[in-house]
């Protein structure tokens, strides 16, 4: 589904691009800060997170984590019912590209989905919770048939 301005109540499944902007001090990524007792992460995300500030940034995972785990993040295992979402987002992903493609954008610009995306994206589906993240190409991806809820923290509409 599109943005939508104000995220449910209850858990909201949190995408790294978020974790990572509130680790760097994104502006817009830090005031989610507040929701992070209600908030769950995959593993497999988490990971993602905890990966990339360590190349990115150099800071220590051990003290990344438990600056999540203080602020009450809930990071939950990677299941099979999950796994089981991927090819229908594959699906998705194909005909967004090649919906990019006809668009006219270059195919280096073209939006995809990685595999840590795929993750997030089918826990989301299939635990059915809205997922915060700052990838606004999952916005669009309703329009290729993904029946979960999403919502850009970069956006000003999206509130709590």
Request: with cysteine; aromatic share 10%.
């Amino acid at each position: 589904m599109a943005t939508k301005p104000t995220l449910p109540a209850g858990k909201i499944l949190v995408d790294a691009s978020l974790l990572i902007g509130i680790i760097d001090s994104d502006p817009d990524a830090c005031l989610f800060i507040p929701i992070l007792s209600r908030c769950v992460a995959t593993s497999v995300n988490f990971g993602e997170t905890l990966y990339k500030l360590e190349q990115l940034l150099d800071v220590d995972p051990q003290k990344v984590e438990s600056a999540f785990v203080g602020f009450g993040l809930q990071i939950d295992s990677f299941a099979l019912s999950a796994a089981r979402y991927f090819n229908e987002l594959k699906k998705i992903d194909d005909l967004s590209r090649k919906a990019q493609l006809s668009a006219g954008v270059a195919k280096n610009a073209i939006k995809s989905l990685s595999l840590a995306d795929l993750a997030c994206l089918s826990y989301g589906l299939d635990a059915k919770l809205p997922i915060l993240t700052g990838d606004k190409h999952w916005c669009t991806l309703s329009q290729y048939g993904f029946q979960g809820t999403v919502f850009d923290f970069r956006s000003s509409a999206t509130t709590f």
